[in-house]
Antibody, heavy 125, light 107 residues
């Protein structure tokens, strides 16, 4: 059973870069057949998709964040990572990683299962 | 972006009640819709994909229907463990977007 686990600093100063990693266990990122995603949830609010990466390194980002986001993958560590630059208080949120499986025809389903437990990142000085 | 709306934003219900939550997309998304359940302090859990396909292990009291722009999540007989917030998500086109959520709480 695949499990995802986020890790990284819980506090980031304004204007700095938020960096998080998601470690995948119980399965290999390099086996393909999935997009690996970052999603965030502002405190008490709804969910926002940030972007995804494939094992090959191809990515797609939410246009609302695209200028500040980079998602990368390290297949040797079975991890993928998120970098968000120039953060402000508006980036304070719980950040989740999630898996987006492909169907039997090789098409991404674009729903997220499973999710990591989430990690709260607070942007404050 | 495709905008997702949900109604009601909250519902108070009793154990055993039938609860229906509606989700509407700002443009047609065929059956590219998922439903999630989120409990406080936990990650969302996928309940239903492709508008009506129940995920393995999810109780059969949950059901989904709809296509195009209008979708419904129904809990046929609410159980204590079902008190949570429910989100819909469109999976039709980038960027993927979620509804604002419907909180189901105890009456």
């Amino acid at each position: 059973q695949v499990q995802l686990q986020e890790s990284g600093p819980g506090l980031v100063k304004p204007s700095q870069t938020l960096s998080l990693s998601c470690t995948v266990s119980g399965g290999s990122i390099s086996s393909g057949g999935y997009y690996w995603n970052w999603i965030r949830q502002h405190p008490g609010k709804g969910l926002e998709w940030i972007g995804y990466i494939y094992s090959s390194g191809s990515t797609s980002y939410n246009p609302s964040l695209k200028s500040r986001v980079t998602i990368s993958v390290d297949t040797s560590k079975n991890q993928f990572s998120l970098k968000l630059t120039s953060v402000t208080a508006a980036d304070t949120a719980v950040y989740y990683c999630g898996r987006n499986p492909f169907d039997s025809g090789g098409r991404a389903t674009n729903w997220f299962d499973p999710w990591g437990q989430g990690t709260l990142v607070t942007v404050a000085s | 972006d495709i905008q997702m709306t949900q109604s009601p934003s909250s519902v108070s219900a009793s154990v055993g009640d039938r609860v229906t939550i509606t989700c509407r997309a700002s443009q047609g998304i065929s059956s590219w819709l998922a439903w999630y359940q989120q409990k406080p302090g936990k990650a969302p859990k996928l309940l239903i994909s492709a508008a009506s396909s129940l995920q393995s292990g999810v109780p059969s009291r949950f059901s989904g229907s709809g296509s195009g722009t209008d979708f419904t999540l129904t809990i046929s007989s609410l159980q204590p463990e079902d008190f949570a917030t429910y989100y819909c998500q469109q999976a039709n086109s980038l960027p993927f977007t979620f509804g604002p959520g419907t909180k189901v709480d105890i009456k």
